[in-house]
């Protein structure tokens, strides 16, 4: 039956579709996840709940900065709801395999360690503000835009996260 | 630490590689998610699409209905009976009215066949699909 064959190759275009968001984004999500939570599990948790709900959303967005302010702002919902039901992270967030390099690599990891240390103890909102800001490198319009407040609020959040940081590295002594 | 040392180290933090077992993961967890989903979400869709067909059947099949009935036939009102002739005086005029015959109505020209169209949206905006019947 055409009609039917129509379905087919209707839901197979979406599929190929989608299997390109995921191929492109995962790698952003698991990032921002991860610098969010503080682990790896609980990211690779939140990236696939986030294609899950893609699938189910579709793909339907005026354009690819619509997508991608949906994707982050989702991942970012979930970071903060998974938040505030985790016990605040106390050991030493994972990183990546520490390469036996030159002293000064040594360092600048140990360095990375302690700020993401100080960065899990940051409320969950604020944390998701700097991600977004200052490793993501988005726009403060943009991060205002993808957690639903103001402009001046997020500058206050990353104002108030930046002096906090500062202090909880000043009393580990880096 | 100073605050511009700080954002250095989250400037390099953007430029981190993803562990690839973890990018694996992920993807592998969705596809399975998906594809274990996706036998309901085709039976779904196969379910509204003859769903649809059907009522697009009957809608087509009803007006044809009322095409076939029968034309709507004129009424023939019988002619007044004319009142039993008395006799009349003599010297008055003998005038008979003819009798009024109604002309039988024609039936009327059945309405042009519509044409039925049934747009169905799917999850990608640039897919619509179109069902039209005569």
Redesign the interface.
């Known amino acids: 039956m055409q009609?039917?064959a129509?379905?087919f190759e209707?839901?197979r275009?979406?599929?190929d579709?989608?299997g390109r968001v995921?191929?492109e984004r995962?790698?952003q999500l698991?990032?921002v996840a991860?610098?969010i939570l503080g682990n790896?599990a609980d990211?690779?948790d939140v990236?696939?709940e986030v294609?899950?709900r893609l699938?189910r959303h579709?793909?339907?967005f005026a354009h690819e900065a619509s997508l991608s302010s949906w994707l982050y702002r989702v991942t970012v919902n979930l970071c903060v709801d998974r938040s505030r039901r985790v016990r605040p992270v106390n050991e030493l967030p994972e990183l990546?395999e520490a390469r036996p390099s030159a002293e000064a690599d040594l360092l600048?990891d140990e360095?990375?360690r302690r700020?993401m240390l100080a960065l899990a103890k940051l409320p969950p909102k604020e944390r998701a503000a700097?991600v977004l800001r200052?490793?993501?490198?988005l726009s403060t319009a943009e991060v205002a835009e993808i957690l639903g407040s103001t402009e001046v609020t997020v500058r206050t959040q990353i104002h108030r996260a930046?002096t906090r940081?500062?202090e909880l590295?000043?009393k580990e002594g880096? | 630490m100073r605050e511009d040392e700080i954002r250095d180290l989250f400037r390099e933090m953007r430029d981190e590689p993803v562990p690839l077992e973890s990018l694996v993961r992920v993807r592998m967890r969705v596809e399975d998610r998906i594809l274990r989903r996706a036998p309901w979400k085709f039976a779904a869709m196969i379910g509204a699409f003859a769903a649809l067909a059907i009522a697009a059947f009957v809608m087509q099949v009803r007006p044809a209905a009322r095409k076939t009935a029968s034309p709507p036939v004129a009424m023939h009102q019988p002619a007044p009976t004319p009142p039993p002739e008395e006799a009349l005086p003599d010297g008055l005029p003998l005038t008979i009215r003819p009798a009024i015959v109604r002309k039988a109505l024609k039936p009327r020209p059945a309405p042009p066949a519509q044409s039925i169209s049934i747009r169905i949206e799917t999850p990608d905006p640039d897919v619509v699909i179109l069902l039209v019947g005569e």
């Open positions: 009609a039917t129509l379905m209707i839901s275009v979406a599929e579709a989608f995921v191929r995962e790698a698991l990032r991860y610098r790896w990211a690779e990236a696939q294609f899950l699938h579709g793909l339907g990546r600048r360095q990375k700020l700097v200052e490793i993501e490198g930046m940081l500062r590295l000043k880096a």
